[in-house]
């Protein structure tokens, strides 16, 4: 089992730099790194919750390149830190890789794979602390005007007792600048 996590975060990490020292060829002819970040969009998440001795952050900042008017794919990080008094902490930190597909205008459909490192701290004795790496692969779709989707995405990868989430479903809101 830990030799396939292993060979899920090298393969994962492989890709990430594949996918930069592709992009990094265009940027040795002037003109070619002009024309390449005319095509880089940039968005992302920040969350924050809290209640009743709760605390919940996210800041999770990603990039696309827009291939065509069609398609796009880019990278996205993700850093969460939650905590519950006297009951635990967690933090999360991973990156995601994400593919966006709009076959018309007003429909986008979306892939994304997720991979977090979680880390459990409890503050009694009924759990055990944990880390551990997470992988989550969404499939998604949404309705889209302009720079901004909004839709469902689900969870092919979910397991309710590793992931980070409640449920496999979670519904999603996109802006790319």
Same mark, same amino acid.
């Given at each position: 089992?830990?030799?396939?996590? *292993?060979?899920?975060?090298?393969?994962? !990490? =492989?890709?990430?730099?594949?996918?930069?020292?592709?992009?990094?060829?265009?940027?040795?002819?002037?003109?070619?790194?002009?024309?390449?970040?005319?095509?880089?969009?940039?968005?992302?998440?920040?969350? =924050?919750?809290?209640?009743?001795?709760?605390?919940?952050?996210? =800041?999770?900042?990603? %990039?696309?390149?827009?291939?065509?008017?069609?398609?796009? =794919?880019?990278?996205?990080?993700?850093?969460?830190?939650?905590?519950?008094?006297?009951?635990?902490?967690?933090?999360? !930190?991973?990156?995601?890789?994400?593919?966006?597909?709009?076959?018309?205008?007003?429909?986008? *459909?979306?892939?994304?794979?997720?991979? *977090?490192?979680?880390?459990?701290?409890?503050?009694?004795?009924? !759990?055990?602390?944990?880390?551990?790496?997470?992988? %989550?692969?969404?499939?998604? %779709?949404?309705?889209?005007?302009?720079?901004? %989707?909004?839709?469902?995405?689900? #969870?092919?990868?979910?397991?309710? #007792?590793?992931?980070?989430?409640? #449920?496999?479903?979670?519904?999603?809101?996109?802006?790319?600048?």
């Amino acid at each position: 089992m830990k030799i396939s996590k *292993l060979s899920n975060l090298n393969f994962t !990490f =492989l890709f990430i730099i594949f996918f930069i020292i592709y992009f990094q060829s265009f940027s040795q002819d002037q003109k070619q790194k002009s024309d390449f970040w005319k095509h880089v969009r940039y968005g992302g998440g920040i969350g =924050l919750s809290f209640g009743d001795g709760f605390f919940s952050g996210t =800041l999770a900042p990603s %990039a696309i390149y827009d291939f065509n008017d069609q398609f796009s =794919l880019g990278l996205g990080l993700n850093g969460t830190y939650n905590s519950s008094k006297n009951s635990y902490n967690s933090t999360i !930190f991973g990156g995601s890789i994400i593919s966006l597909f709009n076959p018309i205008d007003e429909i986008q *459909l979306s892939g994304e794979f997720e991979l *977090l490192n979680v880390n459990r701290k409890f503050d009694n004795n009924l !759990f055990k602390d944990d880390n551990y790496w997470y992988p %989550a692969l969404f499939l998604g %779709a949404g309705y889209r005007v302009n720079n901004i %989707a909004i839709g469902i995405r689900y #969870d092919v990868l979910y397991d309710r #007792d590793k992931s980070i989430y409640a #449920d496999p479903w979670a519904p999603f809101f996109r802006v790319y600048f």
